[in-house]
């Protein structure tokens, strides 16, 4: 009975109670910023009290605007407050509405005009600031050097946040500036001889100076300047510290009329508040580390839960910021497309120098290309995405559904069940916004190694040179019963010429895991049932070069039977950006299909376009050279609208209609229309990169020098005859 009473519980619940809750760590910061506070205003009050009540019957209107327009920039700021999951306009909006208030706070009458005197001397502020960060920065510097000799406990090895030490130096600056704001060095003079009233600690307790301690509470100026000159006493003077005598800070006295004669060898009470501020932080900060205080201690539900999900949390990186401007990969990327069409287009291809390293180049049996391993079994699953590009939470959602061994949906009172796809086919575009060694390892294949682990003798610096690379145990490819992947590339991949592609698709064995048997950037796939899957690469050409034309050719009259069907794979769906942009492209793909396959492309699929659309032909007398026209490009990227396609009706002659689209026709109008409007929200640093841009071209237009130093001076004199002539 007991041990079931014991499995029962919730443990969890049992180590929240057991749980010490002391405060850890830097909870002192936050006591520090609560005591600074309370300080000023208790400062503040007692110097301002009798004058803010004098003029409150003038100055209420203007305290309850101040408070009406706090509150209403609260309002709107409150739900950008404390999130952990944020808009991407969500730091610009909240900057927007503080500028705002700075903006609306100006025009009202200051502090000072309606009796409050915050009296905070700036230049005495940045001093203390600054120095204290350096002071606290060498500090934790030295302290970490103990600690990687082991003179520290581990538990020090911890580095702070520059975040938490520079709020930490902020609060200690404000504390000394009101505190020498308001006070001075009246501590220094109280203690003089000639000073005819003794302070002493907590004399305005004394019952002989007042009836009762209430009304000697209630004179609070009084009580701030026992403060001032009993609670923050001197500590001495040169004489006492010659060591510190060119360090310290001497003669300002804060007084007034005659009572400062000469000057002041005393120590000022600003350095010795400070210096305790410091040591009290260096002693909390060591004590804390090097005593075992977090092994002790352990933190809270809240924080275990906190710091629990930080250290689960994917190291993935943020969308491509494409309207930003911000990113030094984007000005890479412009400048990778302009050597790309410069160089590459026309000039230099790597579809033709893989061509020339086949050692066959004759016929359609070209291991390197065709792959037949599949064409044996009864059935086959596969997946098509494209447009991966930009990694992150996005394209790992796309992964780990693809990843997972089957889906299930609900279909009207029947449930339908999906398998995982024994094939991927990747439609191009893998990283952006352009190929590189760093974003296709953190953009395409970081998503996809969390959604579906490679075998562990996986090594990512591992260069396949004779694939396929088998598994062990596995002698052929057809006998590997895993998911495997073939990839083209898109125009994103072939700014660098398609070195990286070649690198980390054709030479690689594993994307997370699925395994790569692919060798050149296009492919043929004999599937089971006479079908086939061609893999184009258009390159930035939008279309295949004649070396594929050749291959696929060869292939369609040896290879592919009268009933066959294939499923043509490019990147982008020229059937769309022909008919938006009233061009044709692709011409040898048209001709391929049209005079090659003649009816036998049963489907076309591509991505390009972040968006799912697929159109069905409309029966006619009329042949039909493709059946459907599939875009699929929900990769993870951004979105494209598909209301823009809605008039597309026709291709290579046949009429076609739209089934399906995603987003639908009606919400990618809405969409459209809400970009307006949150364009500049989301995308606030094009305005600053956009005015940049035309300040240079509009300053260029204008005269670098004046009209007097282009054209030299011309002087008239009056000539005999009368008339007037230039003389240089």
């Known amino acids: 009975m007991g041990s079931f009473l014991i499995d029962t519980l919730r443990m969890e619940r049992v180590r929240t109670i057991l749980t010490y809750t002391s405060p850890y760590p830097h909870e002192h910061s936050r006591h520090a910023i609560i005591a ?17 009540i004098e003029k409150l019957d003038n100055n209420i209107k203007w305290w309850s605007m101040y408070a009406c327009l706090l509150g209403f920039f609260y309002f709107f700021s409150s739900p950008f407050l404390g999130k952990t999951i944020k808009p991407s306009y969500s730091n610009f909006s909240r900057w927007y509405i503080a500028w705002i208030l700075v903006a609306a706070l100006y025009h009202l009458p200051s502090f000072q005009s309606m009796g409050v005197d915050l009296r905070m001397n700036l230049s005495l502020f940045l001093t203390i600031y600054v120095s204290s960060i350096l002071f606290l920065l060498v500090f934790h510097i030295i302290f970490y050097g103990l600690w990687y000799i082991g003179l520290v406990s581990r538990v020090a090895g911890k580095r702070p946040e520059l975040l938490t030490i520079f709020q930490n130096c902020a609060v200690l600056s404000i504390a000394c500036c009101v505190f020498y704001s308001h006070c001075g060095n009246r501590a220094i003079l109280r203690g003089r001889p000639h000073e005819r009233r003794h302070s002493s600690w907590f004399a305005f307790w004394r019952k002989e100076e007042r009836n009762t301690w209430l009304a000697k509470f209630l004179r609070i100026y009084e009580l701030k300047e026992q403060v001032c000159s009993s609670w923050f006493a001197p500590v001495g003077s040169a004489s006492d510290y010659p060591l510190l005598s060119k360090w310290v800070i001497y003669g300002e006295l804060g007084c007034s009329g005659s009572e400062c004669v000469g000057s002041s060898d005393e120590i000022s009470p600003i350095y010795s508040l400070w210096a305790t501020f410091i040591g009290l932080y260096i002693a909390n900060y060591v004590v804390e580390r090097s005593t075992g205080w977090a092994l002790t201690h352990p933190l809270s539900v809240g924080e275990y839960e906190k710091l629990k999900k930080k250290q689960l949390k994917p190291e993935f990186l943020d969308m491509v910021p494409w309207y930003s401007g911000t990113s030094a990969d984007l000005f890479k990327t412009v400048f990778d497309l302009l050597v790309s069409v410069t160089v590459f287009v026309g000039r230099f291809d790597m579809r033709m120098m893989q061509a020339a390293m086949n050692k066959v180049q004759d016929g359609p049996q070209q291991g390197d290309i065709l792959y037949d391993h599949f064409s044996e079994k009864d059935d086959l699953w596969f997946d098509f995405m494209a447009d991966t590009g930009d990694g992150g939470n ?8 693809l990843a997972q061994p089957s889906l299930r949906f609900s279909r009207g009172d029947s449930e339908l069940s999906l398998e995982r796809g024994k094939l991927l086919l990747i439609g191009g575009d893998l990283a952006y916004p352009n190929p590189s060694a760093f974003t296709y390892e953190n953009r395409l294949f970081r998503p996809f190694e969390y959604a579906l682990q490679p075998p562990l003798w996986y090594k990512p610096e591992h260069i396949a040179t004779n694939k396929p690379e088998l598994p062990p145990g596995v002698s052929e490819l057809k006998q590997y019963d895993g998911p495997q992947s073939f990839i083209i590339p898109g125009n994103h991949d072939w700014f660098d010429g398609l070195h990286t592609f070649m690198r980390y698709i054709c030479h690689k064995s594993w994307l997370g895991g ?20 061609f893999g184009l690469d258009l390159a930035l050409h939008n279309d295949i070069d004649v070396y594929q034309f050749k291959f696929f050719s060869d292939l369609i009259n040896e290879k592919v039977g009268e009933n066959d069907s294939v499923i043509i794979i490019t990147h982008e769906p020229n059937w769309l950006l022909d008919w938006y942009w009233n061009d044709v492209s692709g011409k040898n793909v048209s001709y391929l299909i049209c005079d ?15 968006h799912y659309m697929r159109h069905s032909y409309v029966p006619s007398d009329g042949p039909v050279h493709v059946q459907h026209l599939l875009v699929n490009g929900c990769g993870g990227a951004f979105l494209h609208p598909t209301h823009i396609f809605n008039n597309f009706k026709s291709f290579y002659g046949a009429t076609y209609e739209t089934k399906a689209a995603y987003p639908s026709l009606e919400d990618s109008g809405r969409i459209a229309l809400g970009n307006i409007l949150k364009f500049r929200k989301k995308n606030w640093q094009f305005d600053f990169i956009g005015g940049i841009i035309y300040f240079v071209l509009s300053f260029s237009m204008f005269p670098q020098v004046s009209f007097s130093a282009v054209i030299p001076k011309v002087r008239f004199v009056t000539l005999a005859s009368g008339h007037v002539g230039p003389f240089m």
């Open 394 to 401: 996005s394209s790992y959602t796309i992964a780990r559904l």
């Open 36 to 52: 600074v506070v309370v300080g000023c205003l208790f400062f503040i009050s007692s110097d301002n009290m009798h004058t803010l």
């Open 514 to 533: 699925w395994f790569m048997p692919q060798k050149k950037s296009y492919f043929a796939l004999q599937l089971p049932k006479r079908w086939w899957v």
């Open 596 to 610: 090659y396959l003649k009816g036998r492309c049963k489907l076309r699929v591509a991505g390009d376009l972040h």
